[in-house]
């Protein structure tokens, strides 16, 4: 098999005085933190979407980036081409794992059946490639916003035949990453939302998306899928309003509709900055409740009002994403999956390569970082002392429910209130402190 991605060797940790740029300055795969290295910590996925499909196109101009399969004009030559590259990017890079939408790796055909038939190809291919690779599936999902049928949205369709199909398009989805082993399989509602009220039955909408939610439980259970079942939260974009906002929204939805033992969330950093969260606040909320389930790891811009999907390189936001991940117990079937893409500018094989590096290394640095502060209590300590008065006397009573409103009032009038200082400034500069100390 021919070498696509010539001249690029597979990329080693070379350590943090390294100058090259493909090789990883912090992020050593065997390197051993507690009882785990750092790429089972860690848990790394491509997304192909970006990574292979994206071709640095924007509202205001055509694409800039031409890859090696491009010279193919037969839709399945071209995209058995673009997985061979895939696998050997996969392989030099050394991420243990990949995503996909059914509709990155395998064309849309004129019906569903010749649909169906070209995705069963390309999945036969994959598992082909996979037999003689170290990668996994970490998830698959279905692509159900960019073909013109979801104009209205898929399971939240005002047309009921659109939402047959959805069905049938996820029903397909699922079966092949059963197929290929993926761990997990995610459902992002591009287009479950609205534009308007004025023409919207928000009520039936989301019955209906509980519905379908209901229907590919059931249908996990008959194939036999053991993976983990997903929602991936957005609060906008493609839709004006997307019913799947932020986690506390989507843990509601679950939670009314029966479905919070089947689902956890795949959050992405890039989504909480639009729903006008910081990527910790999402992680921490779902991980109290349980319901953490994996990463798609990037970054937005804040001065920008859209979904750019940048590269992770933000060390203060990389540390306090491992931090609750590693509260977490780790990611368990979940990964840090990069949903992230070069700019328009940064058109060359190299670069996806060194992006990629890039937010590896960053989350190698977040990682030694957050383990550190945990391991040494640095802000466990604090929290604990400064919520110490629940664990006694009147606190004490009011977490075991023992109190009510009457036995308050008279505490209350009987002694004084003193607060304690909250000390942020000291604790942002404690954080400061091991992020440095982990670059050494």
């Known amino acids: 098999m021919s070498e696509i991605f010539k001249g690029i060797p597979r990329i080693h940790y070379e350590g943090p005085d390294s100058n090259n740029p493909l090789a990883f300055k912090y992020y050593n795969p065997t390197e051993i933190l507690g ?3 750092m790429e089972e910590h860690l848990r790394f ?3 192909f979407w970006h990574t292979f499909n994206a071709a640095g196109a924007d509202p205001f101009g055509d694409g800039t980036i031409s890859r090696p399969w491009d010279k193919y004009v037969d ?5 058995k081409s673009r997985m061979t590259g895939a696998f050997e990017f996969f392989e030099k890079l050394g991420v243990p794992f990949f995503c996909f939408h059914d509709r990155d790796i395998a064309p849309e055909g004129e019906n569903l059946s010749q649909t169906n038939r070209n995705f069963d190809v390309i999945a036969l291919y994959v598992k082909e490639l996979m037999q003689t690779s170290h990668v996994k599936l970490l998830w698959g999902t279905a692509n159900l916003f960019s073909h013109p049928r979801y104009v209205h949205g898929a399971a939240t369709s005002s047309n009921a035949d659109v939402f047959a199909y959805a069905a049938a398009q996820v029903k397909k989805a699922m079966e092949v990453t059963k197929e290929l082993d993926g761990q997990n399989y995610v459902f992002w509602g591009g287009r479950e939302g609205y534009e ?5 039955d928000m009520g039936l909408e989301l019955d209906n998306l509980a519905r379908f939610f209901h229907m590919a439980v059931d249908y996990a259970k008959k194939i036999g899928f053991t993976g983990q079942l997903l929602i991936e939260p957005k609060p ?15 843990l509601a939805f679950l939670r009314k509709y029966g479905l919070e033992k089947d689902f956890k969330v795949n959050i992405e950093a ?8 910081t990527f910790q606040h999402e992680l921490h909320y779902a991980r109290i409740n349980g319901s953490l389930g994996s990463v798609d790891a990037n970054q937005g811009d804040e001065l920008l009002g859209w979904d750019t999907d940048q590269f992770p390189t933000n060390l203060y936001t990389t540390t306090l994403a491992m931090y609750e991940i590693l509260k977490n117990g780790g990611l368990h079937k979940g990964g840090l999956n990069f949903d992230a893409k070069v700019r328009r500018a940064s058109f060359t094989a190299e670069n996806i390569f060194q992006a990629h590096i890039a937010g590896m290394d960053a989350f190698a640095l977040g990682l030694k970082a957050a383990y550190k502060l945990l391991k040494n209590r640095a802000l466990e300590n604090v929290i604990e002392e400064r919520y110490c008065s629940y664990t006694y006397g009147i606190g004490q009573k009011i977490c075991e429910g023992r109190i009510g409103f009457s036995e308050l009032e008279e505490y209350a009038l009987a002694n004084s209130v003193k607060n304690q200082s909250g000390c942020q400034e000291v604790l942002e ?12």
Do not use: C, W
């Not at 308007?196 to 919207?200: E, G, M, P, Q």
């Open 236 to 250: 906008k974009e493609p839709t004006k309003h997307q019913y799947d906002f932020d986690v506390a929204s989507v």
């Open 196 to 200: 308007t009220l004025l023409n919207t």
């Open 45 to 47: 996925s491509a997304a």
């Open 270 to 277: 890039n989504h909480a900055t639009l729903a006008g969260h």
């Open 75 to 79: 839709p399945m030559d071209k995209a």
């Open 429 to 440: 500069s404690i954080l400061n402190r091991y992020i440095i100390q982990a670059q050494n």
């Open 35 to 37: 009882d785990k290295t």
